[in-house]
Nanobody, 124 residues
Framework: QVQLVESGGGLVQPGGSLRLSCAASGSTWSISGMGWFRQAPGKEREFVAAITWSGSSRFYSESVKGRSTISIDNAKTTVALQMNSLEPGDTAVYYC?????????????????WGQGTQVTVSS
């Protein structure tokens, strides 16, 4: 089992920045990749970014590409998502997820473990 705990959400003004963190514990040896997904009210959960456990590959959705950076600290088993130039459309609950699969990192169906989510609100 892998436990995931997100932190760093909050209220930010349009154009601002936010850094989300996800701490993994438990059977982290089984993790192949970690991802961030988000879900806005009335919408389906969507892929935001993912990174392989080694940190060698990163993946981004078109909606955040160029504005966000995902990183991993294996020593601390923490994954971070730095988001810049935030827009109201980025408002959502952000979820951290971990997968033992070595493929389809942009699909929520690939992920076995999920955090409880952290709210990000972009508003003036």
């Amino acid at each position: 089992q892998v436990q995931l705990v997100e932190s760093g959400g909050g209220l930010v003004q349009p154009g601002g920045s936010l850094r989300l963190s996800c701490a993994a514990s438990g059977s982290t040896w089984s993790i192949s990749g970690m991802g961030w997904f988000r879900q806005a009210p009335g919408k389906e959960r969507e892929f935001v970014a993912a990174i392989t456990w080694s940190g060698s590959s990163r993946f981004y959705s078109e909606s955040v590409k160029g504005r966000s950076t995902i990183s991993i600290d294996n020593a601390k088993t923490t994954v971070a998502l730095q988001m810049n130039s935030l827009e109201p459309g980025d408002t959502a609950v952000y979820y951290c997820a971990a997968t033992p699969r070595r493929m389809d990192y942009d699909s929520s169906q690939s992920y076995t473990y999920w955090g409880q989510g952290t709210q990000v609100t972009v508003s003036s």
